[in-house]
């Protein structure tokens, strides 16, 4: 799609799309565990202490032992200088497998992926996926301007003031560009607000309408304080194995996944992602469409990038998400189910942590054990990942299809 | 032109990639930028290699110091120090007439605004120094 044929074969997308996508079923191997830590405003403990809290939640979810564990993924921007490997040492774990994410919020997404391919491959048998962070609010801003070199070298010395100013120049370009409103993306926040008033794990739980959403105080104009994410502590965990040994009617399929890095080419602030690179190809290969899934956790560090990522993935045509949203209720009850435990914007974001979040919650909605929030006969889900914020705009955008398996 | 400074900025980490447009900045108040001698395009942020094109025969040119807003965010909070005390901090993406987009700053002065589509120059030599990267006022 945006890559320019060197030969005069001209394919109708480039061939490497087709075969990354294709290898992504597996009917044997999937998601059979899941676990959330808690969620916390300041860190009571260490990142990996918050990553035990989940891991062990996981395990238990897929009814399996501590032993079963030969492989382990980590997607965090925080961890290092530990890695995959130290964390192994940490939990006492030894692996034959162990891989580190470098797509940020994109990543939780991949390591589940290539969790499923190593298994394939033979390169272990279960694998533990797990991302979060331990930080607060001024950790976050103390490491912001250093998050990767062009973002400490050509953003930070102007006082740029994180990535709200970034995603406020997107913003403001959706809204000259095709007339987007914030009344319009206003709708994500307060209905995933809504989402959180029945999730108690959720940090930000007090009743949000549409006028608190555009009074709120002016951040990074046109963003305002309910279009950020609040930077908190917490982890998430995803188990990886053979869909045999998920307890009956827990297991989950992953039907189709995709990872995009640095598209589009070029652009400083796009309004577009590598998501439209890889949709038809995800489709195609999960067997059906957007108008067929239950419902969507799309990654929301803000709302204008919801939006983006509905467009790219197919819900409605590029520039048309205003009018969309108006039509639509993002409430777990809905027409369509957005981002059903409240996402980041209202359950916090525990860096990579907020990759991971959707998978967890869409694994949960999945196994029908959504409780108060549970999603009416929830068979099919999408999950998006989006990261690695660098000059303007997050280079990585990944997504999965999930479907309960029978 | 715009609220005192207060503090020191963070000074502009210097690398074989860049040291060149800031120094020039630095003692010149002007913008070069990389011209790939490859493919012709420019080139920014400043690279080891053409991302267009793979050739290293990067050239630094001088650039008008010339754009248009393209689209831009005022904000008001979550500077870190010394730029919080100047809120609120103008950042556009802006076009620049050598045709490629940049990031920067724009200081906006008492009863102006910043707009979408309004042109942009640099500082000027005399204010160029105070600002670490390349920065931007509303070209009159």
Known sequence: MSQSPSTSRAPARPVSDRAVSDRAVSDRIGIIGYGSSAYEKSPSRSEAGYMAEAARAALASAGLERSAVDGIS???????PDNAVTLAET????????????????????????????????????????AGAAQDGAFFRGRIGRFNGSIGDYLAPHGFGGMNGLFGIIQRKH?????????????IAVDQR????????????KEMTLEDYLTAPLIADPIRLFDCVMPCSGAEAILVGPLEEAPSGKAVAVRAAAERHNHPLGEVSPLRGGWEVFRDDLY???GFGPGDLDFVQAYDDYPIMVAIQLEDLGFCAKGEIGPFLAERRMTFDGDLPLNTGGGQLSCGQTGGGGGMIG?????RQLRGEGGARQVAGARRGLVSGYGMVAYGH???????????AQ | MTNEVSAAYPEARVTPDNAPMLKRWREAGELVLQHCEGCGKAVFYPRPVCPHCWSDRLVWRPASGKGTVVSFSVIHRGLPAPFDAEAPIGLAEIALEEGISMIARVLVADGEELESGAGVALVGKADAARFPLPTFRIAR
């Open chain 1, 74 to 80: 980590v997607s965090s921007t925080t961890l290092p």
């Open chain 1, 91 to 130: 939990f006492g774990l030894s692996v034959s497998w162990a891989s580190i994410g470098n797509a940020g919020g994109a990543g939780a997404v991949v390591n589940v992926f290539d969790a499923v391919h190593a298994i394939e491959a033979g390169r272990a048998s279960h694998v533990l996926c797990l």
């Open chain 1, 175 to 187: 809204m000259q560009t095709y007339g987007t409103k914030r009344e319009q993306l206003g709708r």
């Open chain 1, 194 to 205: 809504a989402n959180a008033r029945r999730n108690e794990a959720a940090l930000l739980r």
């Open chain 1, 284 to 286: 195609e290969t999960a």
């Open chain 1, 359 to 363: 998978l967890t919650e869409a694994v």
């Open chain 1, 394 to 404: 997050g280079l990585s955008a990944s997504a999965m299809i999930l479907e309960r």
